[in-house]
């Protein structure tokens, strides 16, 4: 077995760890924990060597397996400090027998700075290029293209029984209020409200139910029962409306993340341009240029 596989099994332990450790022994009281949060605390030391608690924050912001991420820090709190004991050990023993000056070890580092190096230059970048104005800029941009479903504001009566629902319609035909209906005869939930549900889009509702509803116009209400799995409607339209675009907050995280990806993009691209690039194929040969697609001449003017 070599190496790089006992060190994948070890990997692989540590998750085993953590996930059996959890549930139980991992929970701190929550004032410790949130004391503990706003320092970087020394949380232990091995053999003199102190461990931090940002040490512990980064193992737990890099898990490999996003389940361990997921899982608050506070409750895997124990089994993660044991597992940074364990590397703690581990790597002292390593530049004991001098492998910290390993080739693979070095190449295995730089490869992996240079990820981080990659990481946190585009953060910053990013950070730097979005401020709140670029953000609302974008907002205005979504707004002015947004097209929001049509939604309806209405009431219902629910029966048990075509009967009884019948005798619910033949009541409105006579002039009895809709509200004072739903909240005498209904058996939904939102009978205290008069039957009304607020405001709805086609999909949030069944199907049957749905379609008789945005079959109706502003004020009317259904002359024949509607049946759902739910028991017997009698439907009132009291309102439509376009949906209106989510707010700036609601959506200021991802135009964030679209922003920042086109950023990170140009960057790049910039880059790219200006840099001298050599590819090579699998075999250590040159990579042959890509052509550009052949550019389609424009159609003749047709003769008159």
């Known amino acids: 077995m070599t190496v790089f596989s006992i060190g994948r099994l070890a990997a692989a332990a540590s998750v085993a760890l953590v996930l059996a450790m959890a549930p139980g022994m991992g929970v701190q009281p929550a004032g410790a924990a949130e004391k503990d949060a706003a ?33 608050p820090l506070a409750r895997i709190y124990k089994p993660l400090l044991e597992l940074m004991i364990q590397i703690k050990l581990l790597s002292a ?51 002015k293209s947004y097209k929001g479903d049509e939604e309806i504001r209405a009431r219902h009566v629910l029966v048990k029984d075509k009967k009884e629902a019948m005798a619910v319609i033949e009541a409105l035909e006579k002039g009895e209020k809709f509200e004072e209906l739903a909240k005498s005869k209904s ?59 989510p707010t ?19 960057e790049l691209a910039r880059l790219q341009k200006d840099a001298k690039i050599e590819r090579f194929q699998i075999d250590g040969k040159p990579m042959a240029a890509e052509k550009e697609p052949a550019k389609k001449a424009p159609a003749a003017p047709e003769k008159k």
């Open 248 to 266: 700036f907050e609601a959506t200021k995280e991802k135009l964030r993340q679209q922003l920042g990806r086109k950023v990170a993009v140009a």
């Open 187 to 245: 058996i939904g939930p939102s009978k205290a409200k008069g039957g009304d549900l607020g405001w709805f889009s086609r999909k949030q509702m069944v199907k049957p139910f749905a379609d008789a509803a945005y079959a109706l116009k502003k004020g009317e209400h259904s002359k024949t029962p509607v049946k759902t799995q739910f028991g017997w409607h009698v439907i009132q339209v009291t309102d439509r409306r376009t949906k209106p675009a």
């Open 93 to 143: 023993e390593g530049r004991k027998q001098g492998l910290d000056k390993d080739k693979e070890v070095v190449d295995r580092v730089d490869s992996y700075r240079s990820r981080v190096l990659r990481d946190i230059y585009l953060e910053r970048f990013v950070d730097k290029k979005i401020d709140e104005a670029a953000l609302k800029a974008a907002y205005d941009e979504f707004v």
């Open 39 to 71: 320092k970087d605390a020394v949380i232990a030391t091995v053999n003199g060597d102190k461990i931090m608690l940002s040490e512990l924050k980064a193992l737990h912001a890099d898990f490999p397996q996003p389940r361990i991420r997921q899982i």
